[in-house]
């Protein structure tokens, strides 16, 4: 991450953008591991906002145009947008806590609005590139990276009042295994840079991530990390909504994050998709919390 003291917490209880519950308590779940307790141990002058308000009424939205909960989604990103450019204005660091990846429509909007040229990594097993024509499900959570290109139902994609919030050259995608026809279509249209867990594989994380920092460092103004803790191996992190075998291990991951830390290009982070429900002691939310403090600097010694 970038040299600073002040860092800032924001929890996003959310699950309206997929039908499975549960992940709405993954905030709770990674201050349970011990999240606050670890970042005051690295010396952070911490603010923690809470959660925010999720609006979930009593019987969910119909869904409306292959988009489920499409009204209530908004209605949390905008306010998630805007505490997020609330805490850029102080000059502090933004970790967002998760909730489903639909959170990322909100967060990247309050970014962007900081930042001219706004780079992504996009840590994940999925692409998140469908939209409302070519998702299976309907469910946003596989939306957002294609809505913050601008591509996807204008009420989303205008989220803050402009679009795109990012451009397909200054996305970085690492994890990925599973990928619908649309999006792959869209990746090759766009250009977008991806490394599969052949990449992984094959290069190794080292070279990975090395090549993920040079590439975005001459291209981007700051580096938004979206962190969906699917992108590791369920053996490693079994409590996920959508789990996909042949993932990023844990010990990879780690590797990854502190590579990133030393670099010192992230500027704003976000975890998500941990649910405590599927979940086995906590092991996933405790892997976040390990995740996190490797990224913000914890070292062995």
Request: aromatic share 4%.
């Amino acid at each position: 991450m970038k040299k600073t003291d002040k860092l800032s917490i924001i929890g996003v209880p959310m699950d309206l953008g997929q039908k499975r519950r549960g992940v709405d308590m993954g905030p709770s779940a990674m201050r349970y591991g011990g999240l606050i307790e670890e970042l005051q141990d690295l010396g952070f002058t911490l603010r923690d906002y809470g959660n925010i308000s999720i609006n979930r009424s009593v019987k969910r939205d119909a869904k409306e145009e292959n988009l489920e909960n499409l009204h209530e989604v908004i209605h949390a990103n905008e306010e998630l947008r805007a505490l997020v450019v609330e805490i850029q204005e102080e000059d502090s660091f933004p970790l967002i806590l998760g909730g489903d990846h639909s959170i990322s429509i909100g967060s990247i909007a309050g970014l962007s609005e900081k930042y001219n040229n706004l780079g992504v990594i996009w840590f994940d097993a999925h692409v998140d590139l469908n939209t409302a024509e070519t998702s299976p499900s309907g469910n946003i959570h596989g939306m957002p990276l294609a809505i913050n290109l601008g591509i996807g139902h204008p009420l989303l994609t205008n989220i803050g009042g402009y679009s795109p919030k990012v451009k397909p050259e200054h996305i970085v995608i690492i994890g990925a295994r599973s990928i619908d026809e649309g999006e792959r279509e869209l990746i090759k249209e766009l250009g977008i840079k991806v490394y599969t867990m052949h990449e992984i594989d094959r290069l190794g994380m080292t070279y990975v991530i090395q090549e993920t920092i040079e590439y975005l460092s001459e291209r981007t103004d700051g580096v938004h990390l979206s962190l969906d803790l699917d992108g590791i191996d369920p053996i490693d992190a079994p409590g996920v909504g959508t789990p996909v075998l042949g993932g990023i291990t844990y010990r990879e991951s780690h590797l990854a994050l502190e590579i990133l830390a030393e670099a010192e290009i992230i500027t704003s982070t976000e975890f998500v998709e941990v649910n405590p429900i599927l979940d086995h002691k906590n092991q996933t939310a405790d892997v976040a919390v390990a995740l996190i403090t490797s990224l913000l600097g914890k070292k062995l010694l």
